[in-house]
């Protein structure tokens, strides 16, 4: 998390990690009375010997006070399937959903092409698997969707999986 005074946050700005993964909020010390602060929030992952930081938020606002929900999934680390993980989740990340405003995975995440760096992994076809560009996405999407159910947030349009998926509860994957 960054914040400042400077709502454009160009000036004074600092920055505060938070590492529990269970933290939800921190206090900021030493700010001045009678100041208003503007935040800025950013998603990181943190491997063993490697930390992937993502963007920060596009909107600069002096309200993130709650976290409505959050939720993770595990995968198997396969090169090409994580590519196409870390691509749909940094187009994801730093959205800001406001209030009455309709979140579409789709739109946000764009087209799965190689030339937008999307490599060749396995995606459901039938009752069976093939090799389709973009494959493992769907696993971004099942996590935003039980984060959104989490989060006790309205589902306008959602489409399930062909087939049960091992990294969501039966029935809460999405595609």
Known sequence: MRYSTDK???KGVKTVKITKSSATSTTIKKIKKGSTYYAQ??????????????SYSKVTSSSY???????????VNNKDRTTN???????????????GQTFS???VVGKRTKSRGYKEAYVFSGSGTV??????ICQVASTMFNTALLANVSIVERHQHSQRVTY????????
């Open 41 to 54: 929030v950013r998603a990181y992952l943190s491997f063993p010997n490697k930390v992937y930081n993502g």
């Open 105 to 107: 995975f789709n739109k």
């Open 65 to 75: 006070s709650n976290l409505y929900a959050s939720y993770s999934s595990k995968y």
């Open 131 to 136: 090799m389709g560009v973009g494959g493992g």
């Open 85 to 99: 993980l870390r691509i749909a989740s940094k187009a994801i990340d730093g959205t800001v959903i406001q209030p």
């Open 8 to 10: 454009k946050m160009k």
């Open 168 to 175: 969501v509860p039966l029935g809460r994957g999405s595609k």
